[in-house]
């Protein structure tokens, strides 16, 4: 039996992340979902005491990643998150509203697994998360190593 999948969700906006949160258990996802407003917290929770990750070993996670926060930027986390060795097949999904093309490709050669963009409209933006949660309803994510 997998474990359950848990969400880390990196978001500084607290609209953005109640409106990513709804949309995703509307779309029938039970996942827990962790957030964290900046990214400081987040690597915290990520790496505990260690920079191995080991804190996570054995987790099943999948971050959703805003770029723009406050105290770092979110490409740093990408690149902590995917040069650890306990966190670096762990799948990330990009939820910004950066769409620029540079920022875009430095984050692939990162390692993010999905980038989306922010649409201003926030319509298709709720429909968006909504089929990204139903994507996380039957995604197998491997366990931290």
């Not at 964290?36 to 971050?63: E, Q, T």
């Not at 995917?82 to 430095?106: F, Y």
């Not at 390692?111 to 949660?133: D, H, M, S, W």
Request: hydrophobic share 40%; net charge neutral.
């Amino acid at each position: 039996m997998s474990k359950a999948v848990t969400i880390v969700m990196i978001e500084d906006d607290e609209g953005h992340a109640r409106l990513i949160e709804r949309n995703i258990r509307r779309s029938g996802a039970t996942n827990e979902i962790v957030h964290f407003a900046n990214g400081m917290d987040a690597m915290a929770y990520l790496l505990g005491n260690g920079p191995s990750g080991a804190a996570r070993k054995g987790d099943a996670l999948l971050i959703l990643l805003d770029l723009n926060l406050p105290d770092m930027t979110g490409t740093e986390i990408l690149r902590r998150v995917k040069e650890t060795s306990h966190l670096k097949c762990t799948p990330v999904v990009v939820l910004t509203t950066t769409d620029d093309a540079h920022e875009i490709k430095r984050c692939y050669e990162l390692g993010c697994n999905v980038y989306i963009t922010k649409p201003v409209n926030y319509e298709r933006f709720a429909n968006a998360i909504r089929q990204l949660g139903l994507f996380f309803s039957v995604i197998q994510v491997p366990s931290a190593a």
